[in-house]
């Protein structure tokens, strides 16, 4: 029995064998119901959202159960009272467990969707602003005692860029 604050939620062999591959490839080394929390806020802060998949789910083997915290148990609930219909028609689910596995394998490919829209960067690909906060640095040196910090350059610099990017795509766009 949990505790004050927690929850318990069954949970298939296929979807638990899906949160840890998301856990692995996400977040290593976390803690299963860690990473629901985070994606639970993932998506209510609209980094993106579940949208409904072609899914075929094994639904064999027993359920195991995975200890929640209690938010995380509303939130669910909530998108059971929200899309529970969708599901049922899509998915031909009739209780709140099937819903689950089917709503948390649909976030799992959400998850993996998104991270399309996402620029994977690596340090080294940052040479060439370091050669511009050198260079920013040298010109200001006479004119400040205290230049920027290079953190304060980069997210200036590269809001600058941003700012760019937007003002050409208007203009193309028109």
């Not at 639904?59 to 599901?87: H, P, Q």
């Not at 689910?93 to 649909?106: A, D, E, M, R, V």
């Not at 959400?110 to 920013?136: A, M, P, T």
Request: glycine share 4%; charged share 30%.
């Amino acid at each position: 029995m949990p505790g004050r604050g927690y929850s318990t939620l069954g949970l298939k062999p296929d979807v638990l064998s899906r949160l840890t591959h998301v856990t692995d490839v996400f977040y290593p080394g976390m803690f299963f119901p860690s990473t629901l929390i985070i994606l639970m806020n993932e998506v209510k802060m609209k980094r993106y959202t579940v949208e409904m998949h072609r899914i075929k789910m094994d639904m064999t083997g027993r359920y195991n159960t995975l200890t929640i915290r209690s938010d995380v148990k509303e939130w669910l609930d909530s998108s059971y009272e929200k899309y529970g219909e969708e599901y049922e028609q899509e998915y031909r689910i009739k209780c709140f467990s099937h819903f689950i596995t089917y709503f948390l394998s649909n976030l799992f490919e959400s998850k993996f969707n998104s991270q399309g829209n996402v620029i994977k960067l690596q340090e080294s690909d940052f040479k060439w602003l370091q050669d511009e906060y050198r260079i920013y640095r040298n010109k200001d040196r006479n004119n400040r005692k205290n230049p920027a910090s290079f953190d304060r350059f980069a997210d200036a610099y590269v809001n600058e860029i941003l700012c760019k990017m937007r003002m050409a795509k208007e203009i193309l766009s028109t």
